[in-house]
């Protein structure tokens, strides 16, 4: 069976549910913190506990797949369940992996996530061009096949990040940087979709004036940094302008340290969901 494009099926999430990415991180602190041992068993307990808190309620699940690949095949087999389980109870789910390489190299990672029948097939793939742009055709090839989507790393949240992203381009007549050539390359990809294209662009929820930049990719934003990391609901409009409606706010311990206790989890995601709502609607 064919899916609807990712972002025909996001659009119609964050819509329904709410603009709201939970991650599911299980990094040791948090595992601790929950009460759990560093282990897979650990690792297994909490995952299952964010799903089941989660998956029926929120529009997108983004597992961070470096914490379950730190187990080796143990830890991947907890992740293939984390996502069939997430994905059987409604929500969407975003592998964060930032895969990023060249020719069968970056076919094999797209096959890993996006192909239809994969094991850890995802909606959606955060991926890296900083091999070039060019370098993810396979990813979005497969994508398009599949109805999967893609996220492109273009203005992320780490500080490392702007001596790469800000960098103009000599090559480029208009004096873009890299960061908005990302963005350009999306909008391409995204051209005539409706009533939302599935390529997006990770950008910074914690960021401040963007407004140098054209957002408008007529595709999604993930936009991470709320929460811990400082941000706000009430900067996304500030923030992301008149792309604030096609923003997908991920929040990960603002949520994730309210665990184990489920009812708390739910309780935590919802206000945020609310915050959210209210925000991108006075945006």
């Not at 975003?94 to 990023?100: E, F, L, N, S, T």
């Not at 979005?140 to 203005?155: D, H, N, Q, T, W």
Request: with cysteine; aromatic share 6%.
């Amino acid at each position: 069976m064919t899916l609807e494009p990712f972002g025909a099926r996001l659009r119609r999430a964050m819509d329904e549910r709410g603009p709201l990415c939970v991650g599911i991180d299980p990094h040791a602190s948090l595992l601790a913190e929950w009460g759990l041992n560093d282990d897979v068993a650990g690792l297994e307990r909490f995952s299952r506990t964010v799903v089941e808190a989660m998956a029926d309620r929120v529009a997108v699940l983004k597992p961070q797949s470096a914490f379950f690949e730190r187990f080796g095949s143990r830890g991947i087999a907890v992740l293939e369940r984390s996502v069939e389980e997430a994905r059987a109870a409604g929500a969407l789910v975003v592998m964060d992996a930032k895969r990023g390489d060249i020719g069968s190299t970056m076919a094999a990672y797209a096959e890993t996530f996006l192909r239809k029948d994969a094991p850890l097939f995802s909606d959606a793939l955060t991926v890296s061009p900083y091999l070039g742009y060019g370098s993810l055709s396979p990813a979005v090839a497969l994508a398009r096949e599949s109805g999967a989507g893609l996220f492109v790393l273009a203005l992320t949240s780490n500080p490392e990040g702007g001596e790469v992203q800000h960098a103009v381009r000599v090559d480029d007549h208009a004096g873009r940087n890299v960061g908005a050539t990302m963005l350009a390359h999306l909008a391409a990809e995204n051209a005539g979709e409706e009533p939302l294209g599935s390529f997006g662009a990770v950008v910074g929820a914690t960021l401040g004036d963007l407004s140098t930049y054209d957002l408008d990719v007529n595709g999604p934003l993930l936009a991470p940094g709320i929460g811990a990391q400082g941000a706000t609901p009430a900067d996304l409009p500030r923030v992301f302008g008149a792309a604030v409606r096609n923003v997908v706010p991920n929040v990960s311990r603002g949520v994730l340290r309210h665990g184990p206790d489920v009812v708390a989890l739910r309780e935590a995601a919802e206000r945020f969901a609310r915050e959210i709502r209210a925000a991108v609607t006075a945006g």
